[in-house]
């Protein structure tokens, strides 16, 4: 049986995008390849109607921990000082890149899963000593839905510039572009976009890459990727057959109503499942309005151990996901990106029904 996944990504794919992956033997050094780079990152700054003239999407090979090192090793100058916002485990990962590449900086520290000071935040963007905040969008540690409007808002007023881990909402959630604080968001395909995994995206404002600052890395330079880009070419061997699969995701995301039709089912399976897990006396970590569709978080049953579940529905044909660090004993997440049909929920609320509900 072929099992569903409810892991925060990989997802499920549809039968398009797995059919693609092999459609065809490509070389990156053909134009063949190059006709696909480009209409990829036309595709991807089209899904929020980004100005090309404005912005590019810089493709690299790698996971979302690439394009968020790709992000933090090639935008930030020598002298910038950096507030991150840490409430979850890619928050504090955003400050060990930042450690790791001898970035001066300082955390606005939240326990995982609480929300962000805003505040607090604010407070420290008044003092004028930051140049650049870095940030979560959703928080998959937990499923919270950090409030990136509102901490662009406060970038703009106090002129900073922001970085946004986007790697598990790009696709799915409102990504405040129109902000001008916003200089770059880091992703990958095979999230809310529905790919595979291998390529990781940086949506990049022209400015940021025009910087000239020291390159901190050879194979995550954004400036040296986006520059052969723009050639048609490459600097190294990129991911093509994840990008193949990343092309079809992309014509079905669009074909299925672009980022908001896809938060709208989102949100609904989610909701679903919640249902069910309500009937059967599991609470939820996070109220739903705090929650990303994407993902969501429950406390783990009575009597039950993580194993215990995720073993009972592995026999059932679904994949859970444990809870990270400490929250390994207390929660597990599930999400509900990728091709998910009618008939596989229903078997889903069937499968909770039998394992959780004995
Ligand atoms: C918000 C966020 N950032 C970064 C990552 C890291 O992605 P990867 O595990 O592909 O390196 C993840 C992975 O789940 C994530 O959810």
Not at 167 to 174: I, K, N, Y
Not at 204 to 216: S, V
Not at 257 to 278: Q, S
Request: glycine content about 8%; overall charge negative.
């Amino acid at each position: 049986m072929r099992a569903i996944l409810l892991n925060p990504g990989p997802v499920s794919l549809s039968d398009g995008v797995r059919r693609a992956i092999t459609r065809v033997d490509l070389c990156h050094r053909e134009p063949e390849f190059f006709n696909l780079q480009d209409q990829i990152i036309r595709d991807l700054l089209d899904i929020y109607q980004c100005d090309p003239a404005e912005w590019t999407a810089v493709l690299v090979g790698g996971s979302g921990t690439s394009a968020m090192e790709a992000m933090m090793a090639s935008l930030l100058p020598s002298d910038a000082n950096l507030l991150v916002l840490e409430n979850g485990v890619y928050g504090e990962r955003l400050s060990k890149l930042a450690k790791i590449y001898g970035i001066s900086y300082q955390a606005l520290h939240a326990p995982w899963g609480d929300e962000i000071d805003l505040d607090a935040l604010a407070e420290l963007l008044a003092s004028g000593e930051y140049s650049h905040v870095a940030a979560v969008h959703h928080e998959t540690t937990t499923g919270r839905l950090n409030p990136v409007d509102k901490i662009a808002a406060l970038c703009d007023e106090h002129n900073v510039q922001l970085l946004l881990d986007a790697v598990s909402s790009f696709g799915a959630e409102a990504i405040p572009f129109g902000n001008p604080c916003l200089q770059a968001m880091a992703a990958t395909a095979n999230k809310c976009l529905h790919g595979i995994p291998g390529l990781a995206m940086v949506l990049c404002r022209r400015d940021a890459l025009e910087q000239d600052i020291e390159p901190r890395s050879l194979s995550l330079h954004l400036p040296s990727w986006a520059a052969a880009q723009a050639k048609s070419s490459t600097p190294y061997t990129p991911a093509v057959n994840s990008m193949l699969g990343l092309a079809q995701a992309l014509k079905e995301l669009r074909k299925q109503g672009g980022w908001k039709a896809r938060r709208t089912h989102y949100r609904k399976l989610a909701a679903d499942v919640a249902e069910t897990l309500d009937q059967l006396g599991v609470q939820q970590w996070l109220p739903a309005s705090q929650s990303s569709c994407v993902l969501r978080s429950y406390h783990l049953p009575d009597g039950l151990t993580y194993n215990a579940l995720h073993d009972g529905l592995k026999q059932h044909g679904f994949i859970i996901y444990a809870g990270q660090g400490d929250f390994a004993e207390k929660l597990f997440r599930i999400s509900t990106m990728g091709e998910i049909s009618d008939y596989d929920m229903a078997r889903l609320e069937q499968a909770l029904q039998t394992v959780i509900g004995g």
